[in-house]
């Protein structure tokens, strides 16, 4: 039986069936690669060291994507996928380079924030910035820790070639533009965000990776090119990158990635 004209404005209303206009995105979202829950080894800052730097390397989804924000934590997945988190004082200042344009992320409209234990670190939303479809841009960071004797968590995975990740007795490469000048300098651990998160202005996928070795990258390269079968599929889809978050760990257990298990990790997705 046909439905009348005002059977279907009422279904209209209700939601049950759309009216026809395309639907807008209005939730923030993951609009990026290579990011996700921390899973290495710590690393000392080191005599004299004053802080560390980095810069990390992602692509974007195949939608253009408004309203970006960065999401850390010191949330580590460590023996069998148990989570943990670092109780290490970190202050965080973080900024997104695209395009050679780079933009500083603000916490509450401040440069830096402290995290450490389970605290979650989301900047504001990073100025009027856009982040163009298909397109790789930088992840720039820099942490200080009270103490060279402390010590900072790090990703065992690799990214794309040119991310980087040092300590350093210099001065703040935060705001540069394109490779940070790493002279002189102690090796050092390199960090993605645990997310990157904006609006997209129409429907675009995301994933979140649960894994265990095999979702980690064994029986493949631990590269930005490899990094398991999950990661380098979901970077070329029809020529475009899916936006995804990896929690995962070599000898991980899906029992350590339940919720009841895994709180903190499941907070993100």
Same mark, same amino acid.
Do not use: C
């Given at each position: 039986?046909?439905?009348?004209?005002?059977?279907?404005?009422?279904?209209?209303?209700?939601?049950?069936?759309?009216?026809?206009?395309?639907?807008?995105?209005?939730?923030?979202?993951?609009?990026?690669?290579?990011?996700?829950?921390?899973?290495?080894?710590?690393?000392?800052?080191?005599?004299?060291?004053?802080?560390?730097?980095?810069?990390?390397?992602?692509?974007?989804?195949?939608?253009?994507?408004?309203?970006?924000?960065?999401?850390?934590?010191?949330?580590?997945?460590?023996?069998?996928?148990?989570?943990?988190?670092?109780?290490?004082?970190?202050?965080?200042?973080?900024?997104?380079?695209?395009?050679?344009?780079?933009?500083?992320?603000?916490?509450?409209?401040? *440069?830096?924030?402290?995290?450490?234990?389970? @605290?979650? !670190? #989301?900047? /504001? $939303?990073? &100025?009027?910035?856009?982040?163009?479809?298909?397109?790789?841009?930088?992840?720039?960071?820099?942490?200080?820790?009270?103490?060279?004797?402390?010590?900072?968590?790090?990703?065992?995975?690799?990214?794309?070639?040119?991310?980087?990740?040092?300590?350093?007795?210099?001065?703040?490469?935060?705001?540069?533009?394109?490779?940070?000048?790493?002279?002189?300098?102690?090796?050092?651990?390199?960090?993605?965000?645990?997310?990157?998160?904006?609006?997209?202005?129409?429907?675009?996928?995301?994933?979140?990776?649960?894994?265990?070795?095999?979702?980690?990258?064994?029986?493949?390269?631990? *590269?930005?090119?490899?990094?398991?079968?999950? @990661?380098? !599929? #979901?970077? /070329? $889809?029809? &020529?475009?990158?899916?936006?995804?978050?990896?929690?995962?760990?070599?000898?991980?257990?899906?029992?350590?990635?339940?919720?009841?298990?895994?709180?903190?990790?499941?907070?993100?997705?």
């Amino acid at each position: 039986m046909a439905l009348s004209p005002s059977q279907i404005a009422a279904l209209v209303g209700a939601g049950v069936i759309s009216g026809g206009a395309p639907f807008v995105p209005t939730q923030p979202q993951l609009v990026a690669n290579f990011t996700g829950i921390k899973n290495g080894t710590f690393v000392q800052m080191g005599t004299g060291n004053v802080r560390a730097l980095g810069r990390s390397q992602h692509r974007s989804g195949r939608v253009r994507a408004k309203n970006l924000r960065f999401l850390d934590t010191l949330v580590y997945l460590g023996t069998n996928g148990v989570e943990s988190s670092s109780g290490t004082l970190n202050t965080l200042k973080r900024a997104i380079e695209i395009g050679g344009v780079t933009t500083q992320a603000l916490y509450a409209g401040l *440069s830096s924030i402290d995290i450490s234990g389970s @605290a979650q !670190a #989301l900047s /504001d $939303i990073i &100025g009027a910035i856009e982040l163009p479809p298909d397109t790789d841009f930088f992840a720039r960071w820099e942490k200080t820790l009270a103490l060279d004797t402390q010590s900072l968590i790090a990703h065992a995975l690799v990214g794309p070639g040119t991310g980087q990740g040092f300590r350093t007795t210099g001065a703040s490469q935060l705001l540069g533009t394109g490779a940070m000048n790493s002279s002189g300098t102690s090796a050092g651990p390199q960090f993605w965000p645990d997310g990157i998160f904006g609006v997209p202005v129409s429907p675009m996928s995301a994933v979140g990776i649960i894994g265990d070795s095999v979702g980690n990258y064994r029986e493949d390269v631990n *590269s930005g090119p490899g990094g398991g079968a999950w @990661a380098r !599929a #979901l970077n /070329d $889809i029809l &020529g475009s990158a899916v936006p995804w978050m990896k929690q995962t760990q070599n000898g991980h257990t899906f029992g350590n990635a339940s919720f009841a298990n895994a709180p903190l990790q499941k907070a993100q997705l």
